[in-house]
């Protein structure tokens, strides 16, 4: 059997959905815009199998109807949020194959109350599809979900394998280095991929994947045991110190008003 085959495919401002190949056989994960994901499947001449949904929101599978009317294809999603036109709807710990892949199914409120993650542990390297959830250097805003289901979101993906390659919804990176370095100035492992980041960017690159391992090494909101994000989370919200639920909401409020 060939190898799985990840390629982003740019949509909107900074999305990116992903697209996964194995043979001629293909599947889309968030298809916000149908047009990048079809103009893919006719230039390489592939069947599109499966269809894959981690939330809700419009930039995410917005494109999705348009694709089940042009292809055969089974369509996953959270069982728990107003997705129209799914086939199978997913919970914890539900596991499906795709494209003789096996993916397991994790549940991550927080962004929204349904999310979900879509994890695929027997790839090498692993790897996730996390949505709005997890970004590179930052998390999802709270737009339904409290700062602790983010919190137990985030514990949950920081549980996977070091070497997890982290497959999130947009090109957050640079500006959420940004942020994070006014967070920990003086954490080198972020000022080397902040360096590493911006060259990406400049030759028109992306920078995902990411991983867990470097997640934890450089992204506050997976660092709020850590002293110096919590000094620098109490000195913008008296008391936010002392507990990582705290900790981390005093930084989801400060990264929402950084500019």
């Not at 599109?48 to 981690?54: D, G, S, Y």
């Not at 199914?105 to 997890?134: N, Q, S």
């Amino acid at each position: 059997m060939s190898d799985l085959i990840i390629t982003p495919l740019p949509a909107f401002k900074d999305n990116y959905m992903w697209l996964l190949t194995r043979g001629d056989e293909a599947a889309i994960v968030d298809p916000g815009d149908a047009e990048p994901v079809i103009r893919a499947l006719e230039q390489q001449q592939l069947r599109l199998a499966a269809i894959l949904a981690t939330h809700h929101h419009a930039d995410h599978v917005g494109g999705l109807v348009a694709l089940k009317q042009r292809y055969p294809a089974t369509a996953y999603g959270p069982a728990h949020e107003n997705v129209a036109q799914l086939d199978h709807r997913l919970a914890a710990g539900d596991k499906i194959d795709v494209l003789g892949t096996r993916f397991e199914v994790i549940d991550m409120p927080g962004h929204t109350a349904g999310h979900i993650a879509f994890y695929a542990g027997g790839l090498k390297p692993p790897a996730v599809f996390c949505g709005d959830t997890l970004f590179a250097c930052g998390c999802g805003r709270l737009f339904e979900g409290t700062p602790e289901q983010m919190l137990a979101s985030l514990d949950k993906l920081a549980e996977l394998p070091a070497a997890t390659r982290v497959y999130c919804g947009h090109e957050y990176t640079v500006a959420n280095i940004r942020f994070a370095l006014e967070v920990e100035p003086n954490n080198r492992e972020l000022q080397t991929r902040a360096a590493i980041a911006t060259a990406l960017r400049k030759r028109g690159e992306p920078t995902l994947p990411s991983t867990i391992g470097l997640e934890l090494a450089t992204n506050p909101f997976m660092r709020c045991e850590v002293p110096s994000v919590r000094a620098a989370a109490s000195g913008i919200s008296q008391g936010a110190g002392f507990a990582r639920v705290s900790t981390f909401a005093a930084i989801r409020r400060w990264k929402d008003g950084f500019s």
